[in-house]
C-alpha cells in the first residue's frame, strides 16, 4: 500500500512545485509580460488564495464523489490548465488562470491527504501514512524554485508550465491506472463531515496549525537574505545549505510521522521548542556561520515537517473526511503566508534586518505553544481516531 500513498506524494509534490514556480522566474515574466515585478508576485498570493478559498469548495462538490474519481477529475484539469497558462500573452489571463489552477492545487492537496488516511493500515497508522503524502511538500519545495529557475533562464517561463502540466498528465495516468478504488462517503458521512467543522475544538486545533506554520514560514521566507547578507555565505554555499534544509526537511517529515499518530501533542512540544530556541539564536548570532548553519539545518528538521501531528490532531476530533482535510489544507496556506506577511511588516517597521523575521518565528512559535497548552482532551490519538476516522 505504501506505493499508493508515494503516488499521492508526487501529487502534492507537482502542485507545491506550481506554486512555487512563479517565484523563481519574476524577473523573466515581468519583462516578456511588460508589467512590475510586484505584479508578477501577485501572482504568487492569487495562487495561494485559491488554494485557501476554492480548495474547500471543490471538496464540497465532491463530498459524495468516490477519492480516486475526485482526484483524477482534479488533476485532469490541473494538467490542462497548467498547460494553457502561457498560450496567451495576457497578464491577466495568467492571473486568473492562476487563481484557477490554485483552486485545483488545495482541492488535490486535501484530497490526497484525505485519501492517504483511507489508505492507512489502521487507525492507528494514520499519521504515519499522511507523513509520507506530505513529503510531497518537502520535495517539491526543494526543487519547485531552482527548477523553475532553471527552466526559466534555459528556454524561458513558459517552458516551466508546460513541464509541470505534463507530469502531472503523467500522474493522472499513472494514477488511472494503479490508484485502488475506495467506495464515495455516505451521505450521512458527508453530512457529518461538514457537522464537525463546527466543532470548537477542531477550530482550536487549525489554530495551532496556522501559527506553527506561520512560525516556519516567517523566518524561512527570510532564510537567503540571513545566509548571504547577515551570515557572509556565498550565493553557491547558501544554495547547497537550503537544498540541506530541504533534505533535513524531508527525513525529518518521515521521522515526525512514525510518532506522530500515539504522540502528536509531545512532537509538537518538542517542535515548538526546538523552533523557539532555533529562531533565537538565529536571531542573536547572525554573524556567526556555525551556529546559523546548524540552526538552519534543525528549523528545517522541526519548521513544515510538524504537518503528520498537526493532521493527527486535526483527525482526531474531525474525522479525515474531504471538508475537514481540505479546510486544514486551507489553514496550512494561510499559515504560511501569515508568516511571510508579517515578517515583512516587522521589517519594514524595526528595520531591513533578516534578524527581525526571526523574532517574528519566535513570537509565532511562542503562540503556537501557548494554544497547544491550553488546550485539553489529549487523549490517546489512536483511541479517538478509532471513533471518528472513516478508514474505507
Not at 524577473?27 to 508589467?35: N, R, T
Not at 521589517?347 to 526571526?358: E, K, L, N, Q, T
Amino acid at each position: 500500500m505504501k506505493k499508493h500513498l508515494y503516488l499521492l506524494m508526487l501529487t502534492i509534490l507537482v502542485v507545491v512545485m506550481s506554486e512555487l514556480q512563479v517565484a523563481g522566474m519574476m524577473p523573466e515574466i515581468a519583462a516578456d509580460l511588460g508589467v512590475s515585478t510586484s505584479q508578477v508576485g501577485l501572482l504568487v498570493s492569487m495562487y495561494a488564495l485559491g488554494m485557501a478559498v476554492g480548495g474547500p469548495l471543490i471538496a464540497f462538490a465532491f463530498r459524495v464523489t468516490p477519492p480516486k474519481k475526485a482526484l483524477l477529475i482534479v488533476v485532469g484539469l490541473y494538467s490542462v490548465l497548467e498547460v494553457l497558462v502561457p498560450t496567451i500573452h495576457e497578464y491577466w489571463w495568467l492571473a486568473l488562470l492562476r487563481i484557477i489552477t490554485g483552486c485545483l492545487s488545495g482541492a488535490a492537496f486535501g484530497l490526497s491527504v484525505t485519501f492517504g488516511a483511507r489508505l492507512a493500515e489502521s487507525p492507528a497508522k494514520i499519521g504515519e501514512a499522511v507523513s509520507i503524502v506530505l513529503g510531497g511538500i518537502m520535495a517539491g519545495t526543494v526543487f519547485g524554485l531552482p527548477m523553475s529557475h532553471f527552466i526559466a533562464g534555459q528556454w524561458g517561463w513558459q517552458k516551466s508550465f508546460y513541464v509541470l502540466g505534463g507530469a502531472a498528465l503523467l500522474l493522472f495516468i499513472i494514477s488511472l491506472l494503479a490508484l485502488p478504488t475506495r467506495d464515495a462517503a455516505s451521505a450521512e458521512d458527508a453530512t457529518q463531515d461538514i457537522r464537525n467543522l463546527r466543532s470548537p475544538r477542531l477550530w482550536s486545533r487549525y489554530l495551532v496549525s496556522l501559527l506553527t506554520i506561520g512560525a516556519a514560514y516567517a523566518s524561512f521566507s527570510y532564510f537567503t537574505p540571513l545566509l548571504e547578507d547577515s551570515a557572509g555565505f556565498s550565493t553557491g554555499i547558501t544554495t547547497l545549505i537550503l537544498l540541506a534544509y530541504g533534505v533535513f526537511s524531508f527525513i525529518g517529515n518521515l521521522i515526525v510521522g512514525k510518532f506522530a499518530d500515539r504522540h502528536a501533542v509531545r512532537v509538537l512540544r518538542i517542535g515548538h521548542g526546538f523552533l523557539i530556541v532555533s529562531f533565537a539564536l538565529l536571531a542573536l548570532f547572525t554573524e556567526v556561520q556555525p551556529v546559523v548553519l546548524v540552526m538552519v539545518l534543525i528549523v528545517g528538521a522541526f519548521g513544515v515537517t510538524m504537518n503528520p501531528p498537526l493532521v493527527t490532531r486535526v483527525a482526531e476530533v474531525g474525522g479525515a473526511g474531504n471538508m475537514v482535510s481540505t479546510i486544514h489544507t486551507a489553514v496550512i496556506t494561510m499559515g504560511g503566508t501569515l508568516g511571510t506577511a508579517v515578517s515583512a511588516m516587522t521589517i519594514s517597521v524595526f528595520g531591513d534586518d533578516p534578524a527581525i523575521a526571526m523574532w517574528t518565528g519566535v513570537a509565532f512559535a511562542v503562540l503556537a505553544a501557548v494554544v497547544l497548552a491550553l488546550q485539553t482532551g489529549t487523549r490517546s490519538s489512536g483511541a479517538r481516531q478509532e471513533e471518528v476516522v472513516p478508514t474505507g
